[in-house]
């Protein structure tokens, strides 16, 4: 996709050796909060390469962010145009649209993205306000399988162009967003597959425009493996569980929404279907159901999840005192 300026998705992974990487590579950004601007800050990345992608912020962090030289922000309500606007007048805005999310394993629609009439108003306002609407995005959800999604998106981006030109804006900024998926159980599309789709609905885009995505666990996935240990296991009601020193709160959350991770042990028995849980007492914290394992599994073993760099670490949390996983960069 030689036209589509990549702006790395910092929450994905936001380790400072990662962050540390992508800046070297010549990598933009995409953040979500004003501690993900301090990272990159902290590590001399440029503000002016760092958009502001969550279209909900606190008036604080507006403030911070425009104060520390981010131009970027985006909006999918008129309240957040207005909130924008009033900190920053002459801040550079883009508008998320809400986009099918049809085939994603982490679908992102419903929480953001302005539908069409919320847009006529968001355009109506902006153009009353005189701020400056310049440009449109979208997400097709993370983790997506169907690359139609990114085409539908653009097409419906590229019509939303046409009506903030016809009340006299000037889109220059198309935006499409994350989605990019990597390689866990389930078949997924070639990232050029999906280039092939992006590259045809692009094509009639001019020069003018500055085509930008968000790519986060496609930049990181392959990255890591994540490691843990076997606590114990157990029957119950016929069933064989194995619980993780390290589960759903350690950093394996995606699994809640139904992602499933490949793992391997260092065991070569019969597989059995096991349940897998994490070390804490909260009843989410079940990573898998019936999931093919070793039998010979026991307490002490190592668990090891390839592909496990996206979502992770940046997830973890210390619920019931159990400490955050450490990262070794090798
Ligand atoms: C605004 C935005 N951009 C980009 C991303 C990155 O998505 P992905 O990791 O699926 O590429 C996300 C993920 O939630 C997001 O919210």
Known sequence: MPRVHPHYAVKANPNPQVLKTLIEEGAGFEIASVAELDFLLDLGQK????????????????????????????????????????????????????????G??????GKFGAHPAEVREIIKTAVELKADLAGVTFHVGSQCRNPQNWRVGIESALKVFQQMRVVGLNPRLLNIGGGYPVRHVKPIPSIEKIGEVVNEAIACVSDGIRIMAEPGRYLVSDAAYFVCRVVGTATRAGKRWMYWDAGVFGGIIETQEGLI????????????????????????????????????????????IPNAGAYTSSYASNFNGFPLPGVIVI
Not at 276 to 301: F, I, K, N, W, Y
Request: proline fraction near 7%.
């Open 47 to 102: 503000a002016q390469d760092i958009y502001y992608s969550n279209p909900m912020k606190s008036r604080e962090f507006v403030r911070y962010a425009a104060a520390k030289g981010v131009e970027w922000f985006v909006l999918d309500s008129v309240e957040e145009l207005r909130k924008i606007f009033s900190v920053k007048p002459n801040a550079k805005l883009y508008l998320r649209i809400d986009t099918p999310n049809i």
């Open 261 to 304: 991770y490949e793992v391997r042990t260092d065991r070569n028995g019969r597989l059995i279907p096991w349940v897998v849980a994490g070390p804490t007492c909260d009843s989410m914290d079940v990573l898998m159901r019936d999931h093919m394992l070793p039998e010979d599994v026991q307490e002490g073993d190592y668990i090891y």
């Open 104 to 109: 994603s394993d982490w679908p992102l629609s």
